[in-house]
T-cell receptor, first 114, second 110 residues
Framework: NAGVTQTPKFQVLKTGQSMTLQCAQD?????MSWYRQDPGMGLRLIHYSVGAGITDQGEVPNGYNVSRSTTEDFPLRLLSAAPSQTSVYFC?????????????FGSGTRLTVV | KNEVEQSPQNLTAQEGEFITINCSYSVGISALHWLQQHPGGGIVSLFM???GKKKHGRLIATINIQEKHSSLHITASHPRDSAVYIC????????????FGEGTQLTVNP
């Protein structure tokens, strides 16, 4: 099925560990993005990409790295996990170049850092 | 002040009631999106608007560009409509990036 696939769905990390959240889409979308969702706050943009080889920071990039080596994949790396990174993470994708395109979201990754 | 404000934050309704959720924004936009998130679930796109009104089943979304305001209406509400409804805007200067409201938690009781 076409869409955005996020893995894993759940993860528990110890402080200081690193991990990669995977995001893949098969719709040939140029734009991909990572958000975190915390109680009482709207979704906040971590990093985004407008195409392979192009990434940029969002509102809350500290502690996270991304790369975009292919159109399909946009992994999010936590370099040294901290309890403040406990959150639900969503990946989303869209076509670029114009406002008339919707967004497709992944099912989310619930991350707990202890 | 957030660029996107939603009201109410929480809404409880009885099955069958007509529901309205509001979204106001303070920036120029190229499109506004309404999203739905069920408890523990992913996020689904309901509508994308740049003008006027759209309808899908019992859901209706309207936007007034001059007043910088959008509403999401649910007619004949049902317990399965219980979810968080999120307003998000694509601003004129943000490219493909979205700015989100905090969401409205809707609970529809049978």
């Amino acid at each position: 099925n076409a869409g955005v696939t996020q893995t894993p769905k759940f993860q528990v990390l110890k402080t200081g560990q690193s991990m990669t959240l995977q995001c893949a889409q098969d719709m040939n979308h140029e734009y991909m993005s990572w958000y975190r969702q915390d109680p009482g706050m709207g979704l906040r943009l971590i990093h985004y990409s407008v195409g392979a080889g192009i990434t940029d920071q969002g509102e809350v990039p500290n502690g996270y790295n991304v790369s975009r080596s292919t159109t399909e994949d946009f992994p999010l790396r936590l370099l040294s996990a901290a309890p403040s990174q406990t959150s639900v993470y969503f990946c989303a994708s869209s076509y670029s170049g114009g406002a008339n395109y919707g967004y497709t979201f992944g099912s989310g990754t619930r991350l707990t850092v202890v | 002040k957030n660029e996107v404000e939603q009201s109410p934050q929480n809404l409880t309704a009885q099955e069958g009631e007509f529901i309205t959720i509001n979204c106001s924004y303070s920036v120029g936009i190229s499109a506004l999106h309404w999203l739905q998130q069920h408890p523990g679930g992913g996020i689904v796109s309901l509508f994308m608007l740049s003008s006027g009104k759209k309808k899908h089943g019992r859901l209706i979304a309207t936007i007034n560009i001059q007043e910088k305001h959008s509403s999401l209406h649910i007619t004949a509400s049902h317990p399965r409509d219980s979810a968080v409804y999120i307003c998000a805007v694509r601003t004129e200067t943000s490219g493909s990036r979205l700015t989100f409201g905090e969401g409205t938690q809707l609970t529809v009781n049978p």
